[in-house]
């Protein structure tokens, strides 16, 4: 993709060529010899005239030497062949090269002044090195081997969900009991789902103030002071007691007559406060059992509570910073605020994989489009693509655990579709190119139906690439008319991004809707395996 559509790339510094020319004063007649000083436009090959540099970025040395033979030879009332026309292609953007306006056999005044004005444009194009593309993949590679680094090593590799189990753990049931846990692992050489969740992944339940989960835990956890009692476990361990339904005691122990658990231990030291809450649920679930049980679910003992009614289990599970609860009579409400993780997430990858797939993407297409483009366009470009792709990516699966570049990278292929559709005039064999083009999309969205992976948020960033491209890239004009339509096409893309944004924040903060798309399931997951999918999923 990082190639002019199927034509090689010639390295910036090893191509010098005298330039063929009938005028006397032309600088190949006078001995000079011009210089190639960036990605040439031309084969080696003399009669080759295909178009040989990458898609965004041109030569403006290269696009004045063109612009220059064009005009010898209309001074000398030569046709202007298609080879000729094609040679030169444009600037970065939205630029219809190979049409009537170079194309012309003879000069007139209006021509002559158009030509002018062409060659003060392309002398005013600036280069860049693409830094931004560089420091970002060097935050991206640093965060990943932090992590690692954090999380000590890797989980399990795999697509399918599988079952362990656990001898002689303590639960409400028995002193020895065998329990059981879910694994679900990851593709990608990577952390669980728990860890890149607390490092900044992007989940919605840390973003705002769920109304969904509010309702659903409001109603567990309002009846649980008046339901529970401190029980003593006769049948399992006669010294331990914990909160349970008064049903459930009277089938293993004897209530107490004490209604706080901590405070008849303190009184009583032989017996063990043993079954406390255990936050489980990523979107905060809590279950009172023993500490063991705990530690073998995964989940986040809690040993200074007595019922997970007095847990704020959200916070814990989010990290970053700390999500404070609405109420202290309901803890378990909390005041979600980590909006931000719309721009950490594309700094978390879930593993060595993910981040390597997207590296290269970046520095292909990145570092082309800033050579041109400039660091400042490029990081509008990368993170409107990048927001706007997670944004979308949190109104339709809010409840999953998604995270990577690609909703950036997917942006910067929007950029290679606008550069396609505005010269695809030429390009040898357009067809097959479009093709190409097409197969890598199809390909990506195919890597968005794995765990971890989000096809909306690649959709979501394609669309705003696109439409970014058309904002920012630097571009040139062929004329008035020329000039007039592409500042239109500058002002409806800047509404229409305004549109989907104030759309999209709407959608996620207030309506908060779970089936926006309910036929939209295996866009974002085809289940390869029987249980893969359903570990994507929340039951809420």
């Known amino acids: 993709i990082s190639q002019r559509f199927s034509l090689k790339r010639t390295n910036r510094h090893s191509l010098r060529r005298p330039v063929q020319s009938t005028s006397p004063d032309s600088p190949a007649n006078r001995g000079d010899i011009i210089e190639m000083e960036d990605d040439v436009f031309l084969s080696p090959n003399k009669h080759d005239r295909r178009i040989n540099t990458p898609l965004l970025i041109t030569d403006k040395e290269e696009a004045l030497e ?25 600037v970065n953007t939205l630029v219809r090269v190979g049409a009537h306006d170079l194309r012309s056999n003879l000069r007139t005044p209006a021509s002559l002044a158009r030509e002018q004005n062409i060659k003060i444009q392309l002398e005013s194009l600036p280069e860049f090195t693409p830094w931004f593309i560089y420091v970002v993949t060097l935050a991206q590679v640093v965060f990943l081997c932090f992590m690692l680094w954090s999380y000590g090593g890797i989980q399990s590799v795999g697509l399918s969900p599988y079952t362990t189990h656990q001898n002689n753990t303590p639960t409400l049931h028995s002193s020895l009991d065998i329990v059981y846990r879910t694994v679900t692992p990851n593709i990608w050489l990577g952390p669980d789902e728990n860890f890149l969740i607390k490092n900044g992944a992007l989940f919605s339940p840390c973003m705002r103030e769920d109304h969904l989960i509010n309702i659903k835990y409001t109603n567990i956890y309002s009846k649980e002071d008046s339901s529970f009692v401190c029980c003593q476990f006769e049948s399992i361990n006669r010294n331990w007691v914990g909160y349970t339904t008064r049903q459930a005691c009277l089938g293993y122990g004897v209530v107490l007559a004490s209604s706080n658990c901590s405070t008849y231990t303190d009184k009583n030291p032989m017996y063990t406060h043993k079954f406390r809450p255990c936050c489980t649920n990523v979107t905060g679930g809590c279950i009172l059992t023993s500490q063991e049980h705990c530690i073998f679910l995964g989940g986040l003992w809690q040993e200074s509570t007595e019922t997970c009614s007095q847990v704020n289990c959200l916070s814990q599970i989010c990290g970053m910073n700390e999500l404070t609860s609405k109420s202290s009579n309901t803890p378990y409400i909390v005041e979600a605020n980590q909006g931000y993780r719309l721009i950490t997430a594309l700094f978390v990858h879930a593993g060595v994989i993910h981040l390597i797939l997207n590296i290269i993407a970046q520095l292909i297409l990145g570092s082309q489009i800033e050579r041109t483009a400039g660091w400042f366009r490029i990081l509008l470009i990368y993170f409107i693509a990048g927001i706007g792709g997670n ?45 190409k083009l097409l197969v890598v999309i199809l390909i990506s969205l195919f890597i968005g139906t794995l765990p971890y992976i989000d096809n909306f948020a690649h959709i979501g960033g394609l669309i705003f690439g696109v439409l970014s491209a058309y904002l920012f890239l630097p571009y040139i004009t062929f004329g008035k008319f020329d000039r007039g339509r592409k500042i239109c096409l500058i002002i409806l893309a800047f509404l229409l991004i305004s549109f989907l944004f104030i759309v999209g924040f709407v959608a996620f903060y207030i309506v908060q809707g779970t089936d926006w798309c309910k036929n939209c399931y295996y866009l974002n997951c085809i289940p390869y395996t029987s249980t893969m999918c359903k570990s994507n999923s929340i039951d809420l």
Not at 66 to 90: A, I
Not at 397 to 407: D, K, L, S
Not at 411 to 435: D, I, K, M, R, W
């Open 66 to 90: 063109c612009y220059r033979r064009m005009v010898e030879r209309s001074n000398q009332k030569t046709p202007l062949t298609s080879t000729d026309s094609s040679e030169w292609f444009g």
């Open 391 to 435: 944004l979308i990516s949190s109104v339709f699966v809010p409840y999953q655990a998604t995270c990577g570049a690609g909703g950036p990278v997917y942006g910067l292929l929007g950029v290679v579709l606008v550069e396609f559709l505005q010269s695809y005039q030429v390009v040898v064999n357009p067809g097959l190119e479009a093709l």
